[in-house]
């Protein structure tokens, strides 16, 4: 049965390294809302217009007191290099056996082309200062992470 987190729910536990090495924890931004996106791999056409875009409107969602991680299966040096390439300055983290992923919902099966196979379903989050879900997007375009997360926050 695959997870489909719905607004109410708490939000999974995570604790993983990001691309400097250091651990995350959901729990360190307790009291602070969080977006959290999922996406497939770093340095791609798709994840890199969704992070950069996510760049791009930080200071949008700093002035709305929101913090910001990307979780992909992606190791941590793949990642410091994405960040360092496009300056993206927020934690990218690894779920290499996509655990996180899968207690979020955000691993499953993808068509692409002909091919079925497994992998991380795009996906971003609004979590609350109580550590509930106040948002889900499954299969979001990359274009869409921010407008989604912007919209949901001045309803």
């Known amino acids: 049965m695959t997870v489909r987190l719905q607004p109410g729910d ?9 691309q400097r090495g250091e651990t995350v924890r959901l ?3 307790r009291g602070r ?4 996106y999922f996406y497939p791999e770093a340095d791609t056409t798709g994840c890199t217009k969704q992070s950069c875009a996510i760049r791009d409107h930080r ?9 910001v991680v990307g979780i992909s299966p992606d190791e941590p040096a793949k990642q410091l290099a994405f960040d360092e390439k496009y300056s993206l300055g927020f934690p990218l983290l690894s779920d290499r056996g996509h655990a996180v992923a899968d207690a ?8 692409y082309g002909s091919t079925t196979y497994e992998g991380i379903i795009r ?3 609004l979590v609350g200062p109580d550590g509930r879900i106040e948002r889900a997007w499954y299969r979001v375009k990359p274009e869409d ?3 989604n997360a912007l919209d949901a926050l001045a309803a």
């Open 10 to 18: 708490e939000a999974p536990a995570f604790a993983l390294v990001d």
């Open 27 to 29: 729990e360190d931004f």
């Open 33 to 36: 809302t969080l977006l959290v």
């Open 59 to 67: 200071q949008d969602l700093r002035d709305l007191d929101v913090d």
């Open 104 to 111: 979020w919902g955000a691993w499953g099966w993808k068509t």
């Open 123 to 125: 996906s971003s989050f």
């Open 145 to 147: 992470t921010v407008p």
